[in-house]
């Protein structure tokens, strides 16, 4: 009769343990997920055409 005590006692322990596990993969992967998704874009400007020609007027006019 004890030995079907500790049996049961150590699949409960074994059962929650992995339920643990399992919770904390879960939500390192949820976080994971969150993380990389709210990443910042970097992003290059580049001066156009009409920007270059308003700084060389602003220069000369400045000059």
């Given at each position: ?6 049996k ?9 343990a992995?339920?643990f596990?399992?919770h904390n993969?879960?939500?390192?992967q949820?976080?994971?997920q969150?993380?990389?998704?709210s990443?910042v ?23």
């Open positions: 009769m004890k030995a079907y005590k500790i049961s006692l150590l699949y409960l322990g074994g059962f929650v992995a339920a596990v399992y993969m879960e939500q390192r949820l976080f994971n969150d993380t990389q998704a990443t874009a970097d992003l290059s400007t580049e001066d156009s055409p009409e920007d270059l020609k308003v700084a060389e007027i602003e220069a000369k006019n400045f000059n």
